[in-house]
């Protein structure tokens, strides 16, 4: 059984910036891509960030330029570093990690983490 924890939401004002963490119970590098998803209030869930094992990146561009996905292989930890948030990026963020493409694909969940950015 996959394991992913998050943690780091909070409030926040616009400008500012938040690190968050998922911590997986096992090597990172074990799935073939892992990233972050976020669902606003009254929206679907959308990709914010992931990240291949070979490193790749991809962003929405909401995000590009602001935010930047991470992993600490040691830690089996993933990052997501949010910077100049804006109120529009509130939302309660999930780690997602997956296996396998397309109709194989299995995906693992977090429990989720709530950002809000307010004045």
Do not use: H
């Not at 998050?6 to 938040?18: A, D, K, T």
């Not at 972050?36 to 959308?46: A, D, F, I, N």
């Not at 914010?48 to 830690?75: E, M, P, Q």
């Amino acid at each position: 059984q996959v394991q992913l924890v998050e943690s780091g939401g909070g409030l926040v004002q616009p400008g500012g910036s938040l690190r968050l963490s998922c911590a997986a119970s096992r090597s990172i590098f074990s799935f073939d891509s892992v990233g972050w998803y976020r669902q606003g209030p009254g929206k679907q869930r959308e990709l914010v960030a992931t990240l291949s094992s070979g490193g790749s990146t991809n962003y929405v561009d909401s995000v590009k330029g602001r935010f930047a996905v991470s992993r600490d292989n040691a830690k089996n930890t993933l990052y997501l570093q949010m910077d100049n948030l804006k109120p529009e990026d509130t939302a309660v963020y999930y780690c997602n990690a997956a296996r396998g493409w397309g109709s194989y694909r299995q995906d693992y969940w977090g429990q989720g983490t709530q950002v809000t950015v307010s004045s």
